[in-house]
């Protein structure tokens, strides 16, 4: 691989870097490229990618970025799994293939600038989606504003049932 090659190697993983909500990086040794090409099959549904790099080439794309931070688990054989969407689903689809998979690790990965280690990205991959989460905001939303007109037209609710009760007891 001439300079060149690797140039453009580091402005696209730098584009990558730039465009990126999360980047996980893995070590993917023992693993086939049949496994390889169904992880990013997957990875492909939620708007995310696994791509291969040589750690070199990794650490100068990261360099200034919110990204650098992952430098240090730029050892070995490394894997760079980079979503551009929703950062929960593409670590769901991830970390079940972890589960299924023992042989690709998790070594750490960032969201948003901060650092998260391999149970961090455990524990944000049993996150419900995006649509849920939005939707149980939306009910939570809605039962305050429902509860205050309960409650205000219970006044005149219990108002209308004493006057029944003071009429009924007129008749009697």
Same mark, same amino acid.
């Given at each position: 691989?001439?300079?060149?090659?690797?140039?453009?190697?580091?402005?696209?993983?730098?584009?990558?870097?730039? #465009? !990126?909500?999360? /980047?996980? =990086?893995? $070590?993917?040794?023992? %693993?086939? +490229?049949?496994?390889?090409?169904?992880?990013?099959?997957?990875?492909?549904?939620?708007?995310?990618?696994?791509?291969?790099?040589?750690?070199?080439?990794?650490?100068?794309?990261?360099?200034?970025?919110?990204?650098?931070?992952?430098?240090?688990?730029?050892?070995?054989?490394?894997?760079?799994?980079?979503?551009?969407?929703?950062?929960?689903?593409?670590? #769901? !689809?991830?970390? /079940?293939? =972890?589960? $299924?998979?023992?042989? %690709?690790? +998790?070594?750490?990965?960032?969201?948003?600038?901060?650092?998260?280690?391999?149970?961090?990205?455990?524990?944000?991959?049993?996150?419900?989606?995006?649509?849920?989460?939005?939707?149980?905001?939306?009910?939570?939303?809605?039962?305050?504003?429902?509860?205050?007109?309960?409650?205000?037209?219970?006044?005149?609710?219990?108002?209308?049932?004493?006057?029944?009760?003071?009429?009924?007891?007129?008749?009697?």
């Amino acid at each position: 691989m001439n300079r060149d090659e690797k140039a453009s190697i580091v402005d696209e993983l730098s584009s990558k870097f730039s #465009k !990126a909500k999360i /980047a996980i =990086v893995t $070590d993917y040794k023992g %693993l086939t +490229v049949p496994v390889f090409q169904e992880i990013r099959r997957e990875l492909k549904k939620n708007n995310a990618e696994l791509q291969v790099a040589k750690n070199t080439l990794l650490r100068l794309a990261v360099k200034g970025t919110d990204y650098e931070i992952l430098e240090e688990h730029f050892k070995g054989t490394s894997a760079l799994t980079v979503s551009y969407d929703d950062p929960v689903a593409s670590t #769901k !689809a991830l970390m /079940a293939f =972890v589960k $299924d998979n023992p042989q %690709l690790e +998790v070594k750490g990965g960032v969201l948003e600038g901060k650092q998260l280690t391999a149970e961090d990205l455990l524990a944000l991959s049993k996150l419900p989606s995006r649509e849920i989460l939005l939707s149980q905001l939306l009910s939570v939303m809605q039962a305050v504003p429902t509860g205050f007109v309960r409650a205000l037209s219970g006044v005149p609710r219990n108002f209308m049932y004493l006057l029944q009760a003071v009429k009924d007891q007129k008749e009697q």
